[in-house]
């Protein structure tokens, strides 16, 4: 039986790792998983719900109750088999995201979430806690980083705000991603980090595929 592969890519905000994991997945013939985008489709629910975002207890029951999947196409996103693609991605619901990230049960369930769609198929996962907690066990890990300054442009550019906003919002935010309790952002021991500051994104997806090719021969685990 084919070994299913999982590719953990990690980083902070502004790094690329969204287009770059959609990339490598599409070249790879894996699924590609956004792990943002599962919290931003919680925080969806739960703002459509009236749920209170301090509400704990009930936004583990929706945790836990959300069926998540990832489209085929790469791209969508469906919540409770509706396509939310468009809808998680406004400015109410990414702040509503921020908030419910924090809360350890909506992690926790998240976490089993997203590990039992690696357990049904070779995938390309990226987040902040993929390499550490999600998958400690990934067959390949990467970090991907880049100076504030131009993660904060390349953001700028997609959210047609001043750079001078967005580097603050992107300092904030690595500020409370690498400072809470549950899960911070931190590299793993064994992850490959890659610094995409001053490189174009074929530059960078050459880069992490000449990594994965290193660690697996055609997409299977190489053995030793």
Do not use: C
């Amino acid at each position: 039986m084919t070994k299913r592969i999982t590719i953990a890519i990690d980083g902070p905000a502004g790094a690329g790792k969204s287009t770059l994991a959609r990339r490598i997945a599409a070249k790879l013939g894996y699924v590609y998983v956004d792990s943002g985008a599962m919290y931003r489709a919680l925080a969806l629910w739960a703002l459509r719900a009236n749920v209170a975002l301090s509400d704990m207890h009930r936004l583990e029951q929706l945790a836990n109750a959300a069926d998540i999947e990832f489209a085929a196409d790469g791209v969508s996103i469906l919540l409770n088999d509706e396509d939310v693609t468009s809808a998680i991605r406004t400015p109410e619901v990414s702040q509503a995201a921020s908030e419910v990230s924090l809360v350890p049960a909506v992690r926790r369930a998240l976490v089993r979430k997203q590990r039992e769609i690696g357990e049904k198929a070779s995938i390309v996962m990226e987040g902040r806690d993929i390499g550490t907690v999600v998958f400690p066990e990934a067959t390949v890990k990467i970090f991907l980083d880049a100076v504030p300054e131009e993660r904060a442009t390349r953001r700028a550019n997609e959210v047609a705000l001043p750079a001078q906003i967005v580097e603050r919002q992107i300092r904030e935010r690595d500020q409370r991603d690498r400072g809470r309790a549950e899960s911070p952002l931190v590299q793993a021991p064994d992850a490959v980090y890659v610094d995409t500051t001053g490189l174009s994104i074929d530059e960078v997806e050459a880069a992490i595929l000449k990594i994965i090719r290193d660690r697996t021969s055609n997409g299977r685990e190489r053995t030793q």
